[in-house]
């Protein structure tokens, strides 16, 4: 059975910063790219981070700079690093994992999908 599980949100400051991490299992989770989603509240779901398994990261413009997307294969666990956080980044935060093919930003293109995480950005 096949799970993806996130953590590590929350409530911060305007500037502050957060981690979120998402534990996968029952996938072989170094044959899946693991992305990061995010949607606000009456918006579409949209592409933030995406890495793959070898290293290589890819990156909405705009969270560039900010976020850090790393993987550790071992632990079959990929984090998102938030820093310099804004209000606009407030969403509910899904980690999702990729087949091989396909466009990285297109959400069918993904096969499985967490719950998802809140993190709420204050002014």
């Known amino acids: 059975q096949v799970q993806l599980v996130e953590s590590g949100g929350g409530l911060v400051q305007a500037g502050g910063s957060l981690r979120l991490s998402c534990a996968a299992s029952?996938?072989?989770?170094?044959?899946?790219?693991m992305g990061w989603f995010r949607q606000a509240p009456g918006k579409e779901r949209e592409f933030a981070a995406l890495g793959w398994s070898g290293g290589t990261t890819s990156y909405a413009d705009s969270v560039k700079g900010r976020f850090t997307i790393s993987r550790d294969n071992a632990k079959n666990t990929v984090y998102l690093q938030m820093n310099s956080l804004k209000p606009e980044d407030t969403a509910v935060y899904y980690c999702?994992?990729?087949?091989?093919?396909?466009?990285?930003?297109?959400?069918?293109?993904?096969?499985?999908w967490g719950q998802g995480t809140q993190v709420t950005v204050s002014s």
């Open positions: 029952g996938l072989p989770f170094r044959n899946y790219a």
């Open positions: 999702a994992a990729k087949v091989k093919s396909g466009i990285y930003y297109y959400t069918d293109n993904y096969a499985y």
